[in-house]
Protein backbone atom coordinates (compact mmCIF):
# COMPACT_ATOMS: atom_id res chain seq x y z
CA UNK A 1 0.00 0.00 0.00
CA UNK A 2 2.80 2.45 1.05
CA UNK A 3 4.27 2.32 -2.59
CA UNK A 4 1.12 2.92 -4.27
CA UNK A 5 0.88 6.05 -2.52
CA UNK A 6 4.28 7.03 -3.06
CA UNK A 7 3.27 6.24 -6.84
CA UNK A 8 0.26 8.44 -6.38
CA UNK A 9 1.72 11.15 -5.17
CA UNK A 10 4.88 10.99 -7.72
CA UNK A 11 1.73 11.40 -10.23
CA UNK A 12 0.17 14.21 -8.69
CA UNK A 13 3.36 15.98 -8.37
CA UNK A 14 4.34 15.45 -12.27
CA UNK A 15 1.09 16.71 -13.20
CA UNK A 16 1.33 19.72 -11.59
CA UNK A 17 5.26 20.09 -12.28
CA UNK A 18 3.92 20.38 -16.42
CA UNK A 19 1.80 22.73 -15.56
CA UNK A 20 4.80 25.14 -14.05
CA UNK A 21 7.04 24.02 -16.67
CA UNK A 22 4.56 25.27 -19.51
CA UNK A 23 3.66 28.69 -17.87
CA UNK A 24 7.62 29.15 -17.20
CA UNK A 25 8.64 28.24 -21.27
CA UNK A 26 5.65 30.49 -22.21
CA UNK A 27 6.58 33.54 -20.04
CA UNK A 28 10.22 32.90 -21.11
CA UNK A 29 9.26 32.89 -24.82
CA UNK A 30 7.28 36.34 -24.37
CA UNK A 31 10.34 37.96 -22.97
CA UNK A 32 12.00 36.76 -26.20
CA UNK A 33 14.13 33.66 -25.34
CA UNK A 34 14.05 31.36 -28.32
CA UNK A 35 13.07 28.43 -26.50
CA UNK A 36 11.45 24.66 -27.51
CA UNK A 37 8.39 24.32 -25.62
CA UNK A 38 9.59 20.92 -24.74
CA UNK A 39 12.18 22.33 -22.48
CA UNK A 40 11.78 21.84 -18.69
CA UNK A 41 13.20 25.07 -16.73
CA UNK A 42 13.24 24.90 -13.24
CA UNK A 43 13.40 27.59 -10.71
CA UNK A 44 16.26 30.50 -10.16
CA UNK A 45 17.80 30.64 -13.38
CA UNK A 46 19.90 33.27 -14.70
CA UNK A 47 18.37 34.07 -18.00
CA UNK A 48 20.52 36.98 -19.71
CA UNK A 49 18.00 39.84 -19.37
CA UNK A 50 19.75 42.70 -21.79
CA UNK A 51 19.82 40.31 -25.10
CA UNK A 52 17.02 37.84 -24.60
CA UNK A 53 16.82 36.77 -28.38
CA UNK A 54 20.66 35.29 -27.83
CA UNK A 55 19.21 32.46 -25.76
CA UNK A 56 18.27 29.73 -27.73
CA UNK A 57 17.61 26.25 -26.44
CA UNK A 58 16.56 23.17 -28.56
CA UNK A 59 14.30 20.40 -27.78
CA UNK A 60 13.96 18.21 -25.00
CA UNK A 61 16.62 19.90 -23.08
CA UNK A 62 16.70 20.40 -19.04
CA UNK A 63 18.03 23.54 -17.44
CA UNK A 64 18.65 23.01 -13.77
CA UNK A 65 18.17 25.43 -10.81
CA UNK A 66 20.88 28.14 -10.47
CA UNK A 67 21.97 28.05 -14.10
CA UNK A 68 23.30 31.45 -15.38
CA UNK A 69 23.22 31.64 -19.13
CA UNK A 70 24.76 35.15 -20.53
CA UNK A 71 24.29 36.66 -24.26
CA UNK A 72 25.67 39.95 -24.07
CA UNK A 73 29.79 40.80 -22.83
CA UNK A 74 29.54 43.91 -21.07
CA UNK A 75 33.48 44.27 -20.57
CA UNK A 76 33.74 44.03 -24.64
CA UNK A 77 32.41 47.28 -26.40
CA UNK A 78 31.30 47.61 -29.92
CA UNK A 79 30.15 51.05 -30.86
CA UNK A 80 30.41 51.62 -26.76
CA UNK A 81 27.73 49.31 -26.31
CA UNK A 82 28.02 45.32 -25.24
CA UNK A 83 29.05 42.64 -27.66
CA UNK A 84 26.01 40.96 -28.12
CA UNK A 85 26.85 37.05 -29.11
CA UNK A 86 24.10 34.19 -29.17
CA UNK A 87 24.27 31.24 -26.99
CA UNK A 88 23.18 27.63 -28.87
CA UNK A 89 22.18 24.98 -26.82
CA UNK A 90 21.04 22.04 -28.89
CA UNK A 91 18.62 18.65 -28.29
CA UNK A 92 18.18 16.50 -25.32
CA UNK A 93 21.11 18.51 -23.06
CA UNK A 94 21.06 18.37 -19.42
CA UNK A 95 22.76 21.76 -17.79
CA UNK A 96 23.22 20.88 -13.95
CA UNK A 97 22.98 22.98 -11.10
CA UNK A 98 24.66 26.42 -10.58
CA UNK A 99 26.33 25.92 -14.11
CA UNK A 100 27.45 29.70 -16.13
CA UNK A 101 27.28 29.29 -20.02
CA UNK A 102 29.05 32.40 -21.48
CA UNK A 103 28.18 34.76 -23.99
CA UNK A 104 28.91 33.04 -28.15
CA UNK A 105 29.04 29.25 -27.00
CA UNK A 106 27.68 26.46 -28.77
CA UNK A 107 26.76 23.56 -27.30
CA UNK A 108 26.37 20.56 -29.66
CA UNK A 109 23.17 18.10 -29.12
CA UNK A 110 23.68 15.31 -26.14
CA UNK A 111 25.85 16.81 -24.18
CA UNK A 112 26.01 17.19 -19.89
CA UNK A 113 27.01 20.33 -18.43
CA UNK A 114 28.20 19.52 -14.96
CA UNK A 115 26.57 21.39 -11.69
CA UNK A 116 29.24 24.37 -11.63
CA UNK A 117 30.75 24.28 -14.70
CA UNK A 118 31.75 27.67 -16.40
CA UNK A 119 31.07 26.49 -20.16
CA UNK A 120 33.76 28.95 -22.05
CA UNK A 121 34.21 27.61 -25.45
CA UNK A 122 31.99 25.66 -28.17
CA UNK A 123 31.63 22.15 -26.88
CA UNK A 124 31.12 19.32 -29.76
CA UNK A 125 27.70 17.01 -29.44
CA UNK A 126 27.92 13.89 -27.34
CA UNK A 127 29.97 14.56 -24.62
CA UNK A 128 30.20 15.35 -20.92
CA UNK A 129 31.64 18.46 -19.43
CA UNK A 130 32.88 19.61 -16.06
CA UNK A 131 34.92 21.72 -14.29
CA UNK A 132 36.17 25.74 -14.60
CA UNK A 133 36.56 26.14 -17.29
CA UNK A 134 34.52 23.02 -18.76
CA UNK A 135 36.18 20.28 -20.10
CA UNK A 136 35.48 17.02 -21.65
CA UNK A 137 35.27 14.25 -18.95
CA UNK A 138 33.84 11.33 -21.28
CA UNK A 139 32.55 11.31 -25.35
CA UNK A 140 30.39 9.01 -26.75
CA UNK A 141 26.94 10.02 -24.57
CA UNK A 142 24.03 8.97 -25.56
CA UNK A 143 20.95 10.90 -24.29
CA UNK A 144 17.18 10.17 -24.73
CA UNK A 145 14.26 12.74 -25.49
CA UNK A 146 13.88 12.98 -21.65
CA UNK A 147 17.91 14.19 -21.56
CA UNK A 148 18.66 11.14 -19.67
CA UNK A 149 21.39 9.01 -20.23
CA UNK A 150 20.53 5.88 -22.09
CA UNK A 151 24.07 4.15 -22.57
CA UNK A 152 25.03 4.01 -18.10
CA UNK A 153 23.27 1.86 -15.88
CA UNK A 154 23.43 1.53 -12.60
CA UNK A 155 24.47 -2.48 -12.84
CA UNK A 156 27.14 -2.02 -15.49
CA UNK A 157 27.74 1.47 -15.51
CA UNK A 158 28.79 2.70 -19.02
CA UNK A 159 27.90 0.57 -21.84
CA UNK A 160 29.57 0.88 -25.68
CA UNK A 161 32.82 2.40 -24.40
Keep these: MRKEKLFLKFKIRSFIAGKIQFVRVKLARLKGYDIHPSVILERHLHLDRLYPQGVHIGENCLIASGVTI ?5 CKRVDNLPLLADVYIGRNCFIAVGAMIMPGVRIGDEVVVG ?13 IVAGNPARIIREKVKMNEKAELINWSKESGWINQ
Excluded: E, Q, R
Aim: glycine share 6%.
Design 115 to 127: AGAVVAKDVPSNV
Design 70 to 74: LSHDH
